[in-house]
């Protein structure tokens, strides 16, 4: 019975590592955030290989890629690690006690300036749960990296997830009053056309064109300038020196517009919403870890809603597969 239930505790380590080698893509990632040294990583990766006897990933000179047979495994361990996790969570449930691993992601500039800080109190109050928050510049394949909850801004078009609206989310564009005062500031969707528009270039998406709606008309308008960049806090800062007008979101651009560095031009027009969700799998019970790290969120997130213009507030409501 012992050496069973070893046997047991070593598959699902197995489990749980190859999850993580698969969201990083980087064994020298992985050892970092395991606090092993690469040579150890490469060592218990290659174990693990000759233990199925397949090759789980290719090793290529930038990142790693994961084989057939490593898609197969990944895909497989989820489902194992998350009815493992909720049935140690049924069998203690009567605990308060937050236990087992909460894996987050969430982008680079909303994670760094919100989510961060809430992982960090969520911890403080939570010692017996490990947390994870991984920072990332690209949408996640999210059934396949090893993640708990997605902090998205946006839409969530996979139907196979719960997005639970947390923040109420909107873009607006605007500019220094500086450079307001030399160029004039903007009272038609065409006159964007006659400024320099700080573009940002993200996801290989066209974010030269941008969209605006009123009373249900849309306007699509093309937008250029001498400045391009593909960091959203580049932009940002280029705007504040006083070099056009650019486009952001609300949780990015709301202090310096309340601060007056910036002003938000064109406000009687609406533009694509960009609320923030937290994303998870669905499943039969929802983990408590998940449940409770996603309320605490809402809760806190609630304060960033203060003094949104155009009257938008979160409700809590929206929870939807």
């Not at 690690?81 to 992601?105: M, W």
């Amino acid at each position: 019975m012992l050496t069973r239930s070893r046997e047991l505790a070593t598959t699902s380590e197995d489990l749980r590592f190859f999850m993580r080698v698969a969201a990083l893509s980087s064994l020298t990632e992985v050892a970092r955030e395991l606090g092993l040294s690469l040579p150890a990583v490469s060592k218990r990766l290659a174990l693990l290989e000759e233990k199925l006897g397949v090759q789980l990933v290719r090793r290529t000179t930038r990142r790693l890629e994961l084989t057939p047979e490593g898609v197969l495994y990944a895909e497989g361990a989820r489902p194992i690690l998350s009815q493992l996790a909720l049935l140690e969570e049924e069998v203690s449930h009567e605990s308060a006690t937050l236990q087992g691993s909460l894996n987050i992601n969430a982008s680079f500039g909303f994670g760094r300036r919100y989510v961060a800080p809430l992982v960090s109190q969520f911890a403080a109050q939570h010692p017996a749960l490990t947390l994870n928050l991984q920072l990332s510049s690209q949408p996640l394949n999210f059934l396949n990296a090893g993640i708990d909850v997605d902090i998205r801004i946006g839409d969530v078009p996979d139907s196979r997830l719960v997005a639970r609206r947390i923040a109420a989310n909107h873009r607006v564009v605007c500019a220094s009053p500086d450079y307001l005062a030399r160029n004039g500031t903007p009272q038609r969707i065409e006159d964007l056309a006659q400024h320099n528009c700080i573009v940002l270039r993200q996801h290989e998406a066209d974010f030269t064109i941008w969209r605006f709606s009123q009373a249900g008309k849309e306007i699509r308008q093309k937008v250029q300038g001498s400045l391009t960049t593909n960091d959203g806090e580049v932009a940002m800062r280029l705007a504040l020196d006083g070099h056009g007008l650019v486009l952001r979101s609300w949780w990015d651009a709301r202090e310096a517009i309340l601060s007056g560095r910036l002003v938000q031009v064109l406000s009687c027009w609406q533009l694509p919403s960009a609320d923030i969700y937290a994303v998870y799998s669905q499943s039969r019970r929802t983990p408590k870890r998940i449940k409770c790290f996603v309320d605490y969120l809402l809760a806190r997130l609630s304060e960033y809603t203060v003094a949104m213009p155009q009257g938008r507030q979160v409700t809590g409501e929206g929870e939807r597969p």
